[in-house]
Each structure stands twice: as structure tokens, then as C-alpha cells.
């Protein structure tokens, strides 16, 4: 793994590849410090170390685990994903012969006829013309999207790490209004580790606005 400063560690099995969707990746926190990021192996493998090596070394402040993109806590159990990982060395499943799993999900929609009329005529029929149609809207909202998401990954975050340290309630009426400056005063006295990871989760909120918070 690669440490870096203070006493975060950033661990990674796989890379990502180019022009793929951000890979899922988690952060860990006891109490208001970061001690690891990293993709979900890495971090299960961490809690398991973890806790080996916390058993009867007394009290301790909690382990919690936070998606990297959405900013929700996490409750992951170790035991139950790693067992049923392979084992080091142990080949995966041969994969079955045939067309490849694309992600495909069937869900009911209702729509007028004069819809539906449309939609069968469009080349590919209506499963066809409504992905275009989603994926161009998809293009067309993406920096909104992207705002609002972000927003509200960073509310999800302060609810669960700052709801107790001062100047939250103002914290978050700034967040909302996209004031930077106002956000990073707010948050000054906040914990190092904290505000920057507001500022990872919030990247989008602040493109744009007048004064991004500053990091010290």
C-alpha cells in the first residue's frame, strides 16, 4: 500500500480502466481521523486485520467505513464477503458459454399508447429507443447530476462525522447554497481529516463558485 500524509493508507487491487464508470472505493474512519481508502477488498482485508489485532487490547473507538461516492456509511461484514471470495491461487468459476451478461434489468413502466406507439417505431424497438433516450438525458443533466449528487454525498458525510462539531447547521446551509467561502469558514475548526474528505466528496459543489474552500 501507499501511505501518505498523516495516517492514511490507500490501497488498490485493480486499476481502472479508461473511459469506465469510477470504480467503487471506500474510505475508513475511527473517530474524525482517515486510516485507509481503498477498493472493497482492501478495506474488508484491513477490517479483518483490524480486528484480530484489536481483540483484548481494550476500548477503541469504532471502525466506519464510508462508499467514496456516495458518502453513506457502510456496514460491511468481512467474515461473511471474504469467505466467500477464492482463496490466493484458487481459480474463479469458469465463466459459461454463451452471450455475456450485459447488466440487463427488467422493470414495468407505464406510458400512454400513443408512447408505446412511438417507441415501436423507433429503430431497436422501445427497450432500445428508451436507453438512447435515458443515456441522452443522462449526457445532457450529467454536470447538474453530478452537483446534486455530490451535495448530497457530503450531507450524508456531515451528518454522520460533524453533526456534533461546531457551526454544522451553518456548515450545511452553505452547502446547499453553494457558498464556498461561507462552507470553509464554517468548517475551519473542523477535524484535518474530515474537511478533506468533505472537499474529495464535494468536488463538484465547489466547480464553479466563487471561492472553493481552501485546505491548509
Same mark, same amino acid.
Given at each position: 500500500?501507499?501511505?501518505?500524509?498523516?495516517?492514511?493508507?490507500?490501497?488498490?487491487?485493480?486499476?481502472?480502466? &479508461?473511459? +469506465?464508470?469510477?470504480?467503487?472505493?471506500?474510505?475508513?474512519?475511527?473517530? /474524525?481521523?482517515?486510516?485507509?481508502?481503498?477498493? $472493497? #477488498?482492501?478495506?474488508?482485508?484491513?477490517?479483518?486485520? /483490524?480486528?484480530?489485532? &484489536?481483540?483484548?487490547?481494550?476500548?477503541a473507538p469504532p471502525l466506519? =467505513?464510508?462508499?467514496?461516492?456516495?458518502?453513506?456509511?457502510?456496514?460491511?461484514? !468481512? $467474515?461473511?464477503?471474504? +469467505? +466467500?471470495?477464492? @482463496?490466493? *491461487?484458487?481459480?474463479?468459476?469458469?465463466?459459461?458459454?454463451? $452471450?455475456?451478461?450485459?447488466?440487463? =434489468?427488467?422493470?414495468?413502466?407505464?406510458?400512454? #399508447?400513443?408512447? !408505446?406507439? !412511438?417507441?415501436?417505431?423507433?429503430?431497436?424497438?422501445?427497450?432500445?429507443?428508451?436507453?438512447?433516450? =435515458?443515456?441522452?438525458?443522462?449526457?445532457?443533466? +450529467?454536470?447538474?447530476? &453530478? =452537483?446534486?449528487?455530490?451535495t448530497e454525498a457530503v450531507?450524508?458525510?456531515?451528518?454522520?462525522? @460533524?453533526?456534533?462539531?461546531?457551526?454544522?447547521?451553518?456548515a450545511s446551509r452553505a452547502?446547499?447554497?453553494?457558498? &464556498?467561502? @461561507?462552507?470553509?469558514? /464554517?468548517?475551519?475548526? !473542523? #477535524?484535518?481529516?474530515?474537511?478533506?474528505?468533505?472537499?474529495?466528496?464535494?468536488?463538484?459543489?465547489?466547480? *464553479?463558485? #466563487?471561492?472553493?474552500?481552501?485546505?491548509?
Open positions: 500500500c501507499e501511505f501518505y500524509p498523516a495516517n492514511i493508507c490507500r490501497m488498490t487491487t485493480d486499476s481502472c480502466m &479508461a473511459g +469506465a464508470e469510477p470504480a467503487p472505493s471506500y474510505t475508513i474512519f475511527q473517530g /474524525h481521523g482517515r486510516l485507509l481508502q481503498g477498493d $472493497r #477488498p482492501a478495506v474488508l482485508q484491513f477490517l479483518q486485520s /483490524h480486528e484480530q489485532q &484489536a481483540q483484548g487490547s481494550g476500548s466506519w =467505513v464510508f462508499d467514496d461516492h456516495s458518502g453513506m456509511r457502510l456496514d460491511l461484514d !468481512w $467474515r461473511s464477503e471474504l +469467505a +466467500a471470495s477464492p @482463496a490466493p *491461487g484458487q481459480a474463479a468459476a469458469p465463466r459459461s458459454v454463451g $452471450r455475456p451478461k450485459l447488466g440487463v =434489468v427488467a422493470r414495468e413502466v407505464t406510458l400512454l #399508447p400513443r408512447h !408505446w406507439e !412511438w417507441l415501436n417505431r423507433q429503430p431497436g424497438g422501445a427497450s432500445g429507443a428508451l436507453r438512447r433516450l =435515458v443515456d441522452e438525458a443522462r449526457g445532457k443533466h +450529467a454536470a447538474q447530476d &453530478a =452537483v446534486r449528487a455530490a450531507y450524508r458525510f456531515m451528518s454522520e462525522m @460533524a453533526g456534533d462539531l461546531p457551526h454544522f447547521e451553518d452547502l446547499f447554497a453553494r457558498q &464556498a467561502e @461561507a462552507f470553509a469558514q /464554517h468548517t475551519a475548526a !473542523w #477535524p484535518e481529516d474530515v474537511r478533506s474528505y468533505l472537499q474529495q466528496l464535494g468536488g463538484p459543489v465547489w466547480a *464553479g463558485s #466563487p471561492a472553493a474552500p481552501a485546505q491548509d
